[in-house]
């Protein structure tokens, strides 16, 4: 689709949500009152920054059944994530969203490849989780066999790989580079089980980790994104191209905000992610702060698609860290690491803030490569003096640099450590 029809489209849609939404959801009505904002406003796409924000307090706040803008006889299905922090997030889907859902989900899959020929091994969970259920209905609508293991049972999935001939696997990045590691250690060789593509996603990862992936199995890694308050995965995904991730933006409309100020950024500005599901029947949501960080790639993709894509995530706004007013998110070190010869992405950075000058003080710890790793002094200076250059160019601060051996940095088993914080702000 042309973007002007696209954008039609779009607006013909979100005109509606809010006419909907504005009727059905005493949240959104009481909410729109209060920000002064009628439907019959909303004129144009541009309106939308008229309309207020909705939270993930805003979910949790109506929970179970606070946020359904349908009658209860309408919804066919429900999903919720639980998090870290006590009340689920709930998501009510009806026939029409359960086909939205399927639809974008085919598309990622078929960003990758996929086809009717194709055995997807499904080994997100299934259950309240969206990976799994999400995963299973995008396959089935291609018409590709799905073999439907879930998560776990680590034997079985290669067994079942082998004897079935698997050719995509879907599954979180993390549980791919570990099947590959017990393949091994059952004697089989990862890349010769005929698999040739993998759709990952549910958790953040780095094009380093996509490469050790595409290394260990021999195939291409897809980076795919969704999550439950919008509809699951499936709001956006890679096509072989592997540069950014196409928004599935004629059911999941995209902005880019300032965090700070709430202000639509233009195109091509990094920013916080928010959605709106403009198709959505059983639990709406309006400009939803998915938290995430990222910009609108404006280049149109080699691959024809023409949705806009969104970069691979640079981390949350939850993780951002103010340094000396500069913002960094501690994936940009990653990716600076990465690049850099000797050096690990193992790293810790520690910032303090100086009792004498009042200003944030960084030192980052950086693992050396264990082929890397040397006695002679000069050498690892060096090594030190390109890392705090690169973090000057990449981030525009200056970082003191310390270089630890190989394996000193802490491993946790969830999500890494990267910061340690110790200002008294
Ligand atoms: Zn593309």
């Given amino acids: 689709m042309d973007p002007a029809a696209l954008q039609t489209l779009q607006f013909a849609r979100l005109k509606n949500l809010v006419e909907r939404v504005y009727t059905n959801v005493p949240f959104y009505r009481s909410k729109l009152d209060a920000a002064g904002v009628k439907p019959a406003d909303i004129k144009t796409l541009a309106d939308i920054a008229k309309l207020p924000f909705t939270s993930k307090d805003d979910l949790r706040d109506t929970y179970p059944y606070g946020l359904l803008a349908v009658p209860q006889a309408e919804v066919v299905e429900i999903h919720m994530s639980s998090g ?16 939205d859902w399927a639809e974008g989900m085919a598309r990622t899959l078929s960003g990758a490849g996929a086809t009717r020929n194709d055995i997807v091994q499904n080994a997100y969970g299934y259950g309240l989780f969206t990976g799994g259920l999400g995963s299973h209905y995008g396959a089935t609508r291609i018409g590709a066999t799905v073999i439907p293991i879930s998560s776990g ?16 696997l879907t599954c979180t990045p993390s549980y791919a580079l570990y099947l590959a590691e017990q393949a091994h250690e059952m004697g089989i060789d990862p890349t010769t089980l005929g698999l040739r593509a993998g759709c990952f996603g549910a958790e953040p990862w780095s094009e380093n980790m996509r490469k050790q992936i595409e290394a260990a199995w021999g195939i291409k890694a897809y980076d795919i994104y969704g999550l439950t308050e919008i509809t699951g995965p499936g709001v956006s995904f890679e096509c072989e191209s592997q540069y950014g991730m196409h928004v599935n933006e004629d059911l999941w409309y995209p902005e880019i905000i300032d965090p700070a100020t709430g202000k639509v950024l233009p195109e091509g500005e990094k ?5 709106t599901t403009i198709t959505k029947e059983g639990t709406p949501l309006i400009r939803y702060r998915t938290r995430d960080i990222t ?107 310390k270089l630890v051996e190989p394996k000193s940095i802490e491993r946790s088993i969830g999500k890494a450590k990267r910061v340690i914080d110790k200002r008294q702000i």
């Fill in 295 to 401: 910009f609108i790639i404006k280049e149109k993709c080699g691959c024809g698609r023409t949705t806009r894509r969104i970069h691979r995530l640079f981390g949350r706004t939850d993780d951002l860290l103010i340094i000396r007013g500069v913002n960094v998110f501690p994936n940009q070190i990653e990716h600076a690491l990465i690049e850099i010869q000797g050096a690990s992405p193992n790293y810790v950075i520690i910032v303090d803030r100086s009792a004498q000058t009042h200003l944030d003080e960084a030192e980052l710890h950086v693992e050396v490569n264990p082929d890397a790793f040397s006695d002679e002094t000069k050498d690892m200076e060096s090594l030190r003096n390109r890392i705090e250059a690169t973090m000057k160019s990449k981030l525009g601060i200056n970082l003191k640099v």
């Fill in 84 to 99: 870290t922090t006590g009340t689920p997030v709930v998501d009510a889907y009806t026939k029409r969203d359960m086909e």
């Fill in 153 to 168: 049972n680590t034997q079985k999935q290669l067994m079942l790989m082998r004897d079935f001939r698997t050719t995509i």
């Fill in 271 to 275: 920013g916080e992610l928010v959605i």
